[in-house]
């Protein structure tokens, strides 16, 4: 203790629990008004997250950005070391298409710890779009003319979460200045 239990079929921290005991275990997880299924089971990292959201074909990683969140903001920075951790797994498995790895910073060694890579669109797409590297165009791009015109990465931006309502509502892009003052 603590371990951490999830869905597989969920996203967005639905069903998502840490677990502090065997009685918090039996209180939170057998009952009935827990009916999540299937489940994993995965050791606690004390830390912060972190992830990397990739572009890739063949193996290779054409556009990428590594997010963290801080203060109710969604910031892009620059980590090698989880760079360099996405390169192999996904030149191992000649990967193509996108994926989002999630990760955590444990807080005691600073060490990465890669939970999980989900193959589909995540919830902090709209974000990348937002930032101009949109990974869905990429590859449309990458298909119908063999090269994309997005940047091959995003960092020092941050979005917030009022920044994605008011481009949902407008239906647009966000300027630099919008950016600053949202």
Do not use: C
Not at 16 to 27: C, D, G, L, V
Not at 77 to 87: C, F, G, K, N, Y
Not at 142 to 156: D, E, F, K, Q
């Amino acid at each position: 203790y603590p371990f951490v239990i999830k869905p597989t079929n969920r996203e967005g921290g639905e069903g998502f629990r840490i677990i502090t005991s065997r009685e918090h275990y039996q209180k939170t997880v057998l009952d009935q008004d827990y009916t999540f299924t299937p489940l994993l089971a995965q050791s606690f990292v004390p830390g912060h997250d972190i992830g990397i959201s990739t572009f890739s074909m063949d193996g290779a990683i054409l556009h990428y950005a590594v997010q963290t969140q801080v203060n109710g903001r969604l910031w892009f920075i620059q980590s090698s070391e989880i760079l360099d951790h996405a390169t192999k797994i996904i030149n191992a498995l000649r990967f193509s298409w996108i994926v989002n790895i999630d990760a955590r910073i444990n807080s005691r060694t600073g060490e990465i710890y890669l939970f999980e890579g989900n193959p589909r669109v995540w919830l902090n797409m709209p974000a990348l779009i937002l930032m101009q590297l949109n990974f869905i165009r990429a590859g449309i791009e990458l298909i119908l003319t063999g090269a994309t015109s997005a940047p091959r990465t995003v960092v020092g931006e941050s979005v917030s979460l009022a920044q994605l309502a008011l481009r949902a509502i407008n239906g647009g892009t966000l300027n630099r200045e919008q950016r600053l003052y949202i």
